[in-house]
T-cell receptor, first 111, second 114 residues
Framework: SQQGEEDPQALSIQEGENATMNCSYK?????LQWYRQNSGRGLVHLIL?????REKHSGRLRVTLDTSKKSSSLLITASRAADTASYFC???????????FGKGNQVVVIP | DAGVIQSPRHEVTEMGQEVTLRCKPI?????LFWYRQTMMRGLELLIY????????DSGMPEDRFSAKMPNASFSTLKIQPSEPRDSAVYFC????????????FGPGTRLTVL
């Protein structure tokens, strides 16, 4: 399976702390994406990193990609209660707009 | 743009009944995806369309499930007959033409089969 595997799967932190979660995959990819899902809602795209990129920033988000290890990490800095959600990584490995999603990381930010 | 629209948002039905879920993708998007999400299996791709044509339906659990996309602005996912194990949240997502693979998800339909 190409599905991403996030690690750790559940994280509880205090507001203001940083949250880091990891994702691994199995085959070569075109890009890797991170999505957020708030309770009872659909997934929302956060950031995309291409296979030839190593790091990308978007606001308080920092994504790294290590293609040699087939892994990625998502860092949320200075977390807020509103960051409480599940975070999914997804890989584009077939090049046909189809994504393979991981099982998700649940992050709880305590005010 | 209103985003991806799904209806109904909640559906409660009895085993054996037919269920039809509806989706309106974002205008101009060439791809449409149907997913199912459960605690046990996570997010599963059921089927996806490109320019209204089904490309891969290998994720459809069985013949009780069918999906159509009669035009670029509408798709349906039908379950007939429904079973309790079909209870899940069903998401529709769309994405732009090739080269931009970000997917835009609808709010989902929570299906409960009693």
């Amino acid at each position: 399976s190409q599905q991403g595997e996030e690690d750790p799967q559940a994280l509880s932190i205090q507001e203001g702390e940083n949250a880091t979660m990891n994702c691994s995959y199995k085959t070569s990819i075109n890009n890797l994406q991170w999505y957020r899902q708030n309770s009872g809602r659909g997934l929302v795209h956060l950031i995309l990193i291409r296979s030839n990129e190593r790091e990308k920033h978007s606001g308080r988000l920092r994504v790294t990609l290590d293609t040699s290890k087939k892994s990625s990490s998502l860092l949320i800095t200075a977390s807020r209660a509103a960051d409480t959600a599940s975070y999914f990584c997804a890989t584009d490995w077939r090049g046909n707009n189809r994504l393979a999603f991981g099982k998700g990381n649940q992050v709880v930010v305590i005010p | 743009d209103a985003g991806v629209i799904q209806s109904p948002r909640h559906e409660v039905t009895e085993m054996g009944q037919e269920v039809t879920l509806r989706c309106k993708p974002i205008s101009g998007h060439d791809y449409l995806f149907w997913y199912r999400q459960t605690m046990m299996r996570g997010l599963e791709l059921l089927i996806y369309f490109n320019n209204n044509v089904p490309i891969d339906d290998s994720g459809m659990p069985e013949d009780r499930f069918s999906a159509k996309m009669p035009n670029a602005s509408f798709s349906t996912l039908k379950i007939q007959p429904s079973e309790p194990r079909d209870s899940a949240v069903y998401f529709c997502a769309s994405s732009p033409p090739p080269g931009i693979t970000e997917q835009f998800f609808g709010p989902g339909t929570r299906l409960t089969v009693l």
